[in-house]
């Protein structure tokens, strides 16, 4: 059993078909999106039909539940703010519908799945450091757990302490916690452009993170076409 666990997808249709096709070739069997389908680029309605159409466990993210919801954006950043006012005008009242039925939290299988946090995932913090994973951990009842929302891959570790662990290929060990950021398919922001996943090899007891190239001028040029800040075209090839 393999499942290719992906997120952050941020209507980035050209990344996102080219990470399906990725985890196609890599032989997955599952698919598990950890949230953020929308927002910032082209196609959100595109994004949504396809992991509709994949029927396979989601939560929720913040860019899912706003744009759902027809209250102001203050939390958000002006960008993330243009983006989402685009975003709703641009799902029909279906995607809508489908985007405020998920759920924040999951267990799938023996692992769980998250956007944020697992102490306070409603609130949509940020994990950055061991002091935040560590918060997470408290609530964590699977050996594994995978989230994003940062947009940067990551992994951290508990067993006597919480510490950073590189995420290339990662054996899980037998009592011991991991909670994995598997990176952002449609807006990474660790300085690579490239479409970021993970793949975890049920049978094998591993993660891998894979970095998949896709067709950024297209999407960048779509970004624009659609009116959306010119600085969202930008930031894809800059991987911020
Ligand atoms: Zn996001």
Redesign the pocket.
């Known amino acids: 059993m393999r499942f290719a666990i992906f997120?952050?997808i941020?209507s980035n249709l050209e990344a996102l078909e080219a990470v399906l096709a990725d985890a196609k070739d890599c032989g997955c069997t599952h698919h598990v999106c950890i949230?953020?389908i929308v927002?910032?680029n082209a196609n959100p309605h595109e994004c949504v039909e396809i992991i509709k159409g994949l029927g396979c466990p989601v939560v929720k993210?913040?860019?899912d539940e706003q744009a759902h919801l027809n209250g102001s954006l203050e939390a958000f950043n002006p960008l993330a703010d243009a983006a989402l006012r685009w975003t709703r005008e641009n799902l029909t009242d279906e995607d809508k519908q489908w985007l405020a039925s998920l759920r924040l939290i999951r267990q799938v299988r023996d692992f769980t799945i998250v956007?944020a946090t697992l102490d306070t995932p409603n609130q949509w913090g940020y994990v950055f450091n061991q002091l935040d994973a560590a918060a997470s951990f408290n609530y964590q009842y699977t050996n594994v757990c995978f989230y994003?929302?940062?947009?940067a891959p990551r992994a951290y570790v508990r067993d006597e302490a919480v510490h950073h662990v590189p995420l290339e290929v990662l054996p899980i060990e037998f009592g011991k916690k991991y909670f994995i950021n598997v990176g952002?398919v449609g807006?990474p922001r660790d300085g690579d452009w490239h479409a970021s996943y993970c793949i975890y090899h049920a049978d094998k007891n591993l993660v891998e993170l894979r970095r998949v190239e896709y067709d950024i001028n297209f999407a960048q040029d779509k970004v624009v076409d659609a009116g959306l800040p010119q600085r969202l075209a930008d930031r894809l090839a800059l991987g911020s």
């Open positions: 997120g952050d941020h949230g953020d927002g910032y993210g913040n860019h956007h994003g929302h940062t947009h952002s807006q």
